[in-house]
């Protein structure tokens, strides 16, 4: 994978959510996956089917369409992928109706309601510098969901792929962005948790990348002259003194 060094005269930071900013609530998923299927699933259960599904999704599956029928292709693979970590002898069938009932919660709540320790600090760096924005595939609800965490105030600019009808890693989506801070693409840098969809979809839009990896899934020697970094408030203070 190619990379592209941290330009010290950078303005803007994009960020992106899942898995980067926000995080699952495991102990609520497990409380759904032990009501539906009448079983006792423990939060430390759901946190390592999900880190192990993760680590198998590269390249990542059906990014690049926000067509529904009836869920997103990801979103089934994601719930069936946790429960088949979690229980044994679940159908195909059974699967399938969690999936379909999860995603409904997802889009209406949206699991993804956590907030890692760091970020809050990490933002509160970073703003000392540069602009912040956002680039994330979701479902048209990240200005709802960055409200209620009480984190909208920090970005200048929100791009959600599920209102661009277009989704990372297409370099568009990136494009449109940069675009709307007026910032040209060699002055920003990216932030997220994929290799493909955000290092590799930075990468193509001009754009330096940066790797998160908070629960240490892939090896940086894979991704030679990328930043990476596992812990948010050490990303900001090495862009800072960058």
């Not at 959510?17 to 497990?30: D, E, F, I, K, S």
């Not at 760091?118 to 924005?133: N, S, W």
Request: net charge negative.
């Amino acid at each position: 994978m190619q990379s592209r060094p941290f330009n010290p005269a950078t303005r803007l930071i994009t960020l992106d959510l899942g898995h980067t900013l926000m995080w699952p609530r495991y102990n609520m998923l497990a409380t759904a996956i032990n009501n539906f299927f009448n079983t006792e699933v423990s939060t430390a259960q759901v946190m390592q089917a999900e880190r192990a599904f993760r680590a198998k999704i590269m390249p990542p599956f059906k990014m690049t369409s926000h067509f529904r029928v009836p869920i997103p292709q990801n979103s089934y693979e994601y719930y069936s992928a946790i429960i088949e970590g979690c229980l044994d002898g679940v159908s195909v069938d059974g699967f399938a109706r969690f999936a379909i009932l999860a995603n409904e919660y997802h889009t209406a709540h949206n699991w993804f309601m956590s907030l890692g320790t760091d970020v809050i600090p990490a933002l509160e760096l970073l703003k000392t510098r540069f602009t912040l924005g956002v680039i994330s595939n979701a479902n048209g609800n990240l200005e709802r969901d960055l409200k209620r965490l009480g984190i909208r105030e920090h970005f200048a600019f929100v791009t959600d792929s599920g209102t661009e009808d277009v989704s990372k890693p297409d370099p568009e989506i990136f494009r449109r962005t940069f675009a709307r801070a007026d910032v040209p693409a060699e002055f920003v840098a990216h932030v997220g948790d994929h290799p493909v969809a955000d290092v590799q979809g930075a990468y193509e839009a001009g754009a330096c990348p940066i790797l998160f990896d908070a629960q240490g899934i892939y090896r940086p020697s894979n991704y030679p002259g990328v930043p990476y970094f596992r812990n948010l408030v050490d990303m900001a203070e090495a862009l800072i003194n960058a």
